[in-house]
T-cell receptor, first 113, second 112 residues
Framework: GDSVTQMEGPVTLSEEAFLTINCTYT??????LFWYVQYPGEGLQLLLK?????DKGSNKGFEATYRKETTSFHLEKGSVQVSDSAVYFC????????????FGQGTILTVHP | NAGVTQTPKFQVLKTGQSMTLQCAQD?????MSWYRQDPGMGLRLIHY???????DQGEVPNGYNVSRSTTEDFPLRLLSAAPSQTSVYFC???????????FGPGTRLTVT
């Protein structure tokens, strides 16, 4: 079945540092890929998405490129802020699963001033 | 527009008790789903619905029941609570053809 693997956390960075959170996936067909963010005490929010190979999703300074050849969707940000501290989830929705999301384990990001 | 709402926010149950977690959305979304979030495991799908009167099982359905009598509501019933059901539960919804799912704020359930 479908699966998503994220780099193990937690990740601790200083403000303005560069962020990478790795995500790889296994899926049949042509899945759509997502990054969700969960701020403390809140539900998940969609951060960005990519629906086909080589698409780049971007939002709030975060970017991720859908790499079919390496089955990856790594999240990057050039300069993190304290307000980016949250849990980040990589997820996929398979081509035949009509909206069912398969999530990675989540990565806790803490940014210090 | 309240989005996706869930009640209660917190609940403590004893083993064997039953209860219903409520979920409602006011966006006229066809698709609704329930996930549980456990440390180190991400979110796992419990049940989902593609429209009123239609439900199906997800990855971890055992011990849970759902029904969808209206477009707006999608309650999750725990039939006989077990400590293994201690978790944070999230409800989500989306329009049928959209990619974006909207999540509620979650219900933290503890079973002792």
């Amino acid at each position: 079945g479908d699966s998503v693997t994220q780099m193990e956390g937690p990740v601790t960075l200083s403000e303005e540092a560069f962020l990478t959170i790795n995500c790889t996936y296994t899926a049949t067909g042509y899945p759509s890929l997502f990054w969700y963010v969960q701020y403390p005490g809140e539900g998940l929010q969609l951060l960005l998405k990519a629906t086909k190979a080589d698409d780049k999703g971007s939002n709030k300074g975060f970017e991720a490129t859908y790499r079919k050849e390496t089955t990856s969707f790594h999240l990057e940000k050039g300069s993190v802020q304290v307000s980016d501290s949250a849990v980040y989830f990589c997820a996929l929705s398979g081509g035949t699963s009509y909206g069912k999301l398969t999530f990675g384990q989540g990565t806790i990001l803490t940014v210090h001033p | 527009n309240a989005g996706v709402t869930q009640t209660p926010k917190f609940q403590v149950l004893k083993t064997g008790q039953s209860m219903t977690l409520q979920c409602a959305q006011d966006m006229n979304h066809e698709y609704m789903s329930w996930y549980r979030q456990d440390p180190g495991m991400g979110l796992r799908l419990i049940h989902y619905s593609v429209g009123a009167g239609i439900t199906d099982q997800g990855e971890v359905p055992n011990g849970y029941n759902v029904s969808r009598s209206t477009t707006e509501d999608f309650p999750l019933r725990l039939l006989s609570a077990a400590p293994s059901q201690t978790s944070v539960y999230f409800c989500a919804s989306k329009r049928g053809e959209s990619y974006e799912q909207y999540f509620g704020p979650g219900t933290r359930l503890t079973v002792t």
